[in-house]
């Protein structure tokens, strides 16, 4: 099984509010021609995570960062 980073474990190693972090992740979705990974990635209504060291998870940190 691959390991899974989810948006909680990812706030808390970088210090951010969760609810600041999504909506960061909201905006950067929107626009798929910038993130094409994360926007592909991206299922609705499901949580917010990736697998490690996926293009989708260094685009996530990057956004969050």
Do not use: Y
């Not at 980073?5 to 600041?20: F, S």
């Amino acid at each position: 099984m691959s390991d899974i980073i989810t948006l909680k474990a990812l706030c808390e190693e970088m210090k951010i509010d969760p609810r600041e972090a999504r909506e960061r992740l909201r905006a950067a979705v929107t626009d798929a021609k910038a993130n094409p990974a994360l926007a592909k990635s991206r299922k609705p209504r499901t949580p917010w995570q990736w697998v490690k060291g996926s293009e989708a998870e260094k685009a996530a940190r990057s956004i969050l960062s």
